[in-house]
């Protein structure tokens, strides 16, 4: 069923601005190759509303940023609204400090976001104000689990019609939800947490996602964390003897260049609730 | 007959400074090094100066420019021509921002390039001050094909002798011109368009080529474009099932990598016009 | 006898912050988490005192610095040496530009570094204030031989006692040294200077090992040596035909990835003078 949102990406190829972190950058305009789109990427700000205005999304990701690329972020974000562009916010390290925290809500407080994705400790960073992190990780004690997962899923739920944004909390365990229904998702592989970037990388294909689908935000949202866990497992299936995780990191760009609407559909594993 | 001027690369080993963008840097510096070359990168205005004197080409890049990089390629393409180096300017998303074609117009009135290098679309757009485009990749629309290859020959040919520069029009056919004779080159593979940076990555390369055969400039540039053209058909050739464009990235520095004279000059598919 | 630092990193998985130069700060990342510690990344200079006091370790690389960055590099380099942190200097490129010279030699002024970690060229800068270098590789007059290896191992003593840092200078044949001891390590393969970056993703991983063994540091960074060069010997060994550059990076970080203390133990070549 979340197949077909990646063949509209597939076939509508839009193409999506990052306003995103020098770290692994390239890896999210192959990322968004791989998926079908196309990449392009701005952080000055004249130029970054002018990129935004020739693209379908925007993707704005707040790793390694800058008082430059901060103003690059409001502006862009705004320019974005106004176009009705597919918007996300992935708001790397909010809780880890207060110049991250304070970007990433304020970006929330003037911008609407169709969708806001983060692990666990920036999720709740955003909707208590402060959290304690593990720098661009997770803490262990905010992750999701089977024994927290009804709380978390009414608080996801929750955050999601407070903000107005579909929310994306991805983790061992990934929430994606609006205010009504949640999908509950078990791809991926906890190996994925010894690459760089494979975030960074989720939040470029789900703008795309959205770009493609704006009329089913919430099941294009899951389909795109459907696909990178999905890819994390053939890439993990793909490995051989010596393959550690930068050789892991191609084999998933790999797998979501070869990803079909069929195959994703096939290994999607997920519940809503 | 290119192949030569490949060997010379590997021969003399030049430095080159790239002011070039963060998406893409790190495979622009993997294959200047895989021809043979060093790669150095500066973009602070006095260390970009400093940096390029001690070097024998410059690579000018305007992706993800910012009002501090812009300052940095004037200041350090003066003192490159100054130094007489072999300087090459790529327009990447000239047309797509008026920050990106005013950069690239400028930096063209102010500095002498060796070579510009870009797609069909930022060539269209230095020569008409305005294009429409797709963000980084040109726009179909303005691409090369055999029904209009006579325009386009004389078209780099009247832009050449305007700009007294060599320019490279790359794309499914390549162009490389000076006011006299253009390189009809037809290597490559479509699926290096699925991968992020194969254009920067192939406009530090050619900065090699002119910095280590000063005397052959145009040839130079043709040969460079021929060595990315066959070792992406060679990368092609070795990719397994499951590979995508991630592997495909890897393989074809490797192919660069392991490029010899002979293998390019049996590879190169071009004509004369 | 090396191998039980890398276990102590495994075990203790201690946060390091880099401020380093975007060419290869991807390869960072994914070569810190290979040898199982974690990388946070940020050069706002408020952010990264934040992010800095969240950490185990700062690494400071001056590569691709700017006037922002350099403000940082101070910044958290004091707040890191407040609060005890591991804390490495890597001064690429010192000797090639005014710039790069002062600003190492002004951190060295004013931080307490715990080890510098640079190329021959680069370290004889930081000694005699000025010097020769090609761009950022280090110049052939300036290597470690076994013609000048006394020289050279009471030349980085000497140094080690000045700046109260241990001294790691890099090359054909490495010298990790104290005041007192100098390891003279012969593991790697010339190979990885045709990679971009292998020196600057030691640097991340060395201040990973010192950070895991602050009772140890002078043993932990010719740990963190060794574990690079056997990686590069294991990685080489994996080379198949066709491979190059590119597959050779990913092949490294792999086997660092894949590296116990054990193989660490058998590989390392090294004498203590």
């Given at each position: ?6 063949d ?63 103003q ?29 925290t ?47 997962l ?87 299936k ?36």
């Open positions: 069923m979340l197949g077909k949102y990646l509209k990406v597939r076939e509508k190829s839009p193409l999506i601005h990052n306003i995103t972190n020098y770290v692994t950058v390239n890896d999210v305009a192959n990322a968004i190759l791989a998926c079908g789109a196309s990449p392009v990427m701005a952080d000055e700000p004249d130029d970054a509303v002018d990129i935004t205005s020739i693209c379908g999304g925007l993707n704005i990701n707040i790793g390694t940023l800058n008082s430059r690329t901060i690059s972020m409001f502006k862009a974000g705004k320019k974005a609204e106004e176009l009705n562009h597919a918007l996300l916010l992935d708001p790397v390290g909010a809780g880890a400090s207060k110049l991250r304070d970007t990433a809500v304020n970006l929330m407080k003037e911008i609407k976001f169709d969708v806001i994705r983060g692990n666990s400790s920036e999720i709740k960073t955003l909707v208590l104000g402060s959290n304690s992190t593990k720098g661009v990780d997770a803490d262990k004690a905010d992750a999701v689990s089977d024994e927290n009804s709380f978390m899923v009414k608080f996801v739920k929750d955050f999601a019609k407070n903000s107005g944004s579909v929310i994306a909390l991805t983790g061992a365990i990934d929430l994606v939800a609006d205010d009504k229904k949640c999908f509950v998702i078990r791809n991926g592989r906890p190996e994925m947490g010894r690459i760089t970037g494979t975030g960074c990388q989720l939040s470029g294909i789900m703008t795309a996602f959205i770009a493609a689908n704006p009329e089913n935000k919430l099941e294009a949202a899951a389909s795109a964390v459907c696909l990178m866990g999905v890819a994390g497992e053939i890439a993990f793909n490995l051989q003897h010596g393959d550690g995780n930068s050789t892991y990191r191609n084999r998933i760009i790999d797998a979501i260049y070869n990803m079909t609407g069929k195959i994703l559909d096939e290994g999607a594993k997920y519940e809503i609730k």
